[in-house]
């Protein structure tokens, strides 16, 4: 469906406006709408998503998270310190000297729950002012957008 309709604008307009600001105006938007509802349990969107990346990979090497997160390693060690200072992630030495684990604490595990209750009001209030299919329709094409975005370098993805 998402390909057909894209073959045909393909043919027929050339875009006008820029994307960037277009994705960056809508990205404002939607995370307005998360950060309104999980803001309630004293989290961002962002620092909840760090959290739930956390609880999946942890304990976890700070660059072995940036990389997953495909965010870069100074920008992860600033989202951190908020967490840490919080007590719901907690920093570990690792296997050696040099390295340290990032983990997530009783109290993170117990705000992470908390924060995907909230979440979920979200994904569920932008499901029903989108629609379904539409929501659907966008997760295919941003996930194809990415795909074939996938070979330009980190930094320039990051930009």
Same mark, same amino acid.
């Given at each position: ?42 989290? &961002? ?6 959290? =739930?990346?956390?609880?999946? /990979? $942890?304990?976890? +090497?700070? *660059?072995? @998270? ?50 995907? &209750? ?6 569920? =209030?932008?499901?029903?002012? /989108? $629609?379904?299919? +539409?929501? *659907?329709? @966008? ?21």
């Amino acid at each position: 469906m998402v390909a057909a309709t894209l073959m045909s604008v393909d043919t027929a307009v050339k875009p006008a406006g820029c994307t960037n600001l277009k994705l960056r105006q809508l990205m404002r938007r939607v995370a307005q709408l998360y950060d309104a509802e999980v803001g309630k349990t004293g989290l &961002r969107g962002t620092q909840y998503s760090l959290l =739930s990346y956390v609880a999946k /990979l $942890g304990p976890v +090497r700070p *660059v072995d @998270l940036a990389r997953a997160m495909k965010v870069d390693a100074s920008t992860l060690t600033r989202n951190l310190r908020p967490l840490v200072d919080a007590g719901w992630l907690a920093m570990a030495p690792g296997p050696d000297a040099r390295s340290r684990l990032v983990s997530v604490t009783p109290a993170g595990r117990e705000k992470r729950t908390e924060a995907q &209750r909230r979440w979920r009001v979200a994904q569920e =209030s932008l499901n029903q002012r /989108l $629609g379904a299919t +539409r929501v *659907v329709a @966008l997760h295919a094409l941003l996930d194809e957008c990415q795909d074939l975005l996938a070979d330009l370098p980190e930094g320039e993805a990051d930009a």
